[in-house]
């Protein structure tokens, strides 16, 4: 215990520069009230932190929009994390995401030296002796690695992303000061503890971190490369994987015009309105069909390659829906098309983190009066990201939480969507979908797959009925013999109810700790009042003693309370 006290007290020490950065960072975005939250403005020898208000310069900027700036100038780890929160509609309100969409993580490239410097320890070799040509001007940068091109001895152009140098130190060196803080909040401040900071921090640890290692990043290439083998619709940059590491990632160059170059791309002879058919039925079929999704397919990620074939890159970010999520997603989606108020209520309640409500009858309403609000319209003028965010907000209003994974879902439909429209406002994103989420749907039913769940379940069942004599058997003996033990286990801790017996001991303890210590202050007060001798000048030698040693109790009962939480 003492030694872990030392270790935090030594890591806060490490810590101390960075925050007083952070907290320097607020301020000057006005962000008064968290230097008071955390309290440690005397670090940075500030006075009273509150908010100003001016009529005009920074602090009159809306709150959401301070705070964007405030992250992207607290550098790549703020940027990340900002951007993965504007996809978490749950905990975010409407004024914020918009603005944490706008966040830039575009930074001043690092000099082309390092990078080759990198290239040549992570490889093993110069970049002269493994690219014929290497450009030393970045074809693109973002806040954790940037990409040049160059061309390999066989001809073929590539892209090379190299990691920033030390970038791994300061996320790691971020993302301690961001368990700090949330833990803090978590303990201290009840409006957000119930939005779980701790595991809010916790699941962006691990996106961040796995974007960190670009091989990560090469296996979630080739796994989507391999699930659009013939497709000629798309186009996957191949991985060069003799030339890849965890901070330099080597693949096929994809070279295009921007998606949003809509003048561009009619210029060009492409029609705007079956390229956006294209692209929206590519996330579909990656969400339905696959399950496994390119988690940001924004137009900086996406490119039209010849006469129309979208080019998608960055595989950093990818998003997972198991079998039985797919299942509950299409039904939304067919529910939605279908204006079936029961089957979205039901597809809702499965993918919810608890999958029921004890309120069914309230829900059914809500879920009515926001088919009413916002479906009650043309399918084509509907707007699904819209939707499935409002959606969110119906899901707080009855206590439920929808499942990580659907966030990242969310969004990539959002941006998708947001790009179709550009291209062709009377785009029908939603009917587009239903044909795939049909699909998945009625292929739950067909024969092949019934017949193969049917020979699952007998085999299971066989298996059941051959092992569940012996099992009995055993059973009955340990209850014969008085054996058998029931382990119960409670809401209040998963080990059972030691911990509270622990609890309630402590109590019983401290309790009687306190009854004895009056007691001997009580006595000891009367035996000095007394008078009674031996006597230590003109005070009672046996009143003092009493006195001081109930005086050692009360002391080491208000230290063992603070020290266990407080008083």
Not at 147 to 168: F, M, W, Y
Not at 517 to 533: F, M, R
Request: hydrophobic share 40%.
């Amino acid at each position: 215990m003492i030694f872990d006290q030392i270790k935090g007290a030594v890591e806060f020490a490490s810590h101390l520069p960075r925050y007083r950065e952070i907290l320097r960072i607020l301020w000057k975005y006005g962000f008064g009230d968290v230097l008071k939250l955390v309290t440690l403005q005397h670090v940075v020898g500030l006075e009273d932190a509150t908010i100003a208000v001016h009529a005009d310069g920074l602090l009159s900027k809306p709150l959401p929009e301070r705070m964007r700036l405030a992250l992207e100038e607290l550098g790549p780890t703020f940027v990340k994390f900002g951007q993965i929160l504007s996809s978490r509609r749950d905990l975010v309100t409407d004024d914020y995401y918009v603005e944490l969409c706008k966040l830039q993580s575009g930074v001043p490239p690092f000099p082309a030296r390092e990078a080759r410097k990198i290239i040549a320890e992570e490889l093993g070799e110069p970049v002269s002796k493994l690219f014929v040509k290497f450009e030393d001007e970045p074809v693109g940068g973002a806040s954790m690695a940037q990409v040049h091109s160059a061309e390999l001895p066989n001809g073929e152009k590539v892209a090379v992303k190299v990691q920033r140098p030390d970038i791994t130190k300061v996320i790691e060196l971020d993302l301690a000061i961001l368990r700090d803080l949330a833990r803090f909040a978590e303990s201290h401040v009840p409006t957000m503890s119930g939005l779980n900071p701790v595991g809010v921090i916790e699941e962006f640890s691990g996106t961040l971190i796995k974007e960190l290692d670009f091989e990560n990043e090469a296996k979630n290439a080739e796994r989507f490369r391999e699930q659009f083998v013939g497709n000629e619709s798309i186009k996957v940059p191949a991985i060069f994987r003799d030339l890849t590491t965890s901070r330099v990632l080597t693949m096929e160059l994809v070279e295009g015009r921007s998606i949003s170059d809509t003048e561009g791309l009619e210029a060009a002879g492409i029609d705007p309105v079956e390229l956006s058919e294209n692209i929206t039925k590519l996330i579909y079929e990656q969400i339905f069909e696959f399950g496994f999704f390119h988690g940001d397919p924004h137009p900086g990620n996406i490119f039209v390659v010849g006469d129309g074939v979208v080019g998608l890159i960055d595989y950093g970010m990818m998003g997972t829906f198991t079998p039985g999520f797919r299942s509950s997603v299409a039904h939304l989606i067919s529910g939605l098309a279908e204006k079936n108020h029961q089957q979205v209520m039901r597809s809702i309640l499965e993918m919810s983190e608890e999958g029921y409500t004890i309120h069914s009858t309230k829900m059914l309403s809500d879920v009515e009066e926001f088919s009413g609000i916002y479906l009650n319209q043309p399918l084509r003028d509907i707007n699904l990201g819209l939707v499935l965010n409002k959606l969110l907000e119906l899901l707080r209003a009855n206590s439920l939480r929808m499942k990580g994974s659907f966030y990242l879902g969310i969004k990539a439909l959002t941006q998708v969507e947001a790009i179709g429209r550009s291209l062709n406002p009377d785009i029908n994103f939603i009917m587009l979908g239903e044909p795939y989420a049909m699909k998945l749907i009625q292929g739950k039913y067909h024969p092949t797959r019934l017949f193969e769940l049917g020979r699952k379940l007998l085999s299971e069942s066989l298996d059941f009925l051959d092992e569940f004599p012996h099992d009995f058997r055993n059973l009955y003996q340990r209850i014969k013999h008085g054996k058998f033990n029931i382990p119960l286990e409670h809401k209040i801790d998963p080990e059972g109810f030691e911990p509270l017996r622990k609890t309630l001991d402590s109590i019983a303890n401290r309790l009687a700790n306190a009854i004895l210590a009056s007691s001997v202050l009580i006595c000891s007060s009367i035996l000095v009042l007394a008078d009674l001798p031996p006597k230590i000048g003109s005070v009672p030698i046996l009143g003092l003693a009493g006195l001081i040693w109930g005086m050692y109790m009360c002391l080491r009962l208000v230290l063992s309370i603070w020290k266990h939480g407080g008083l």
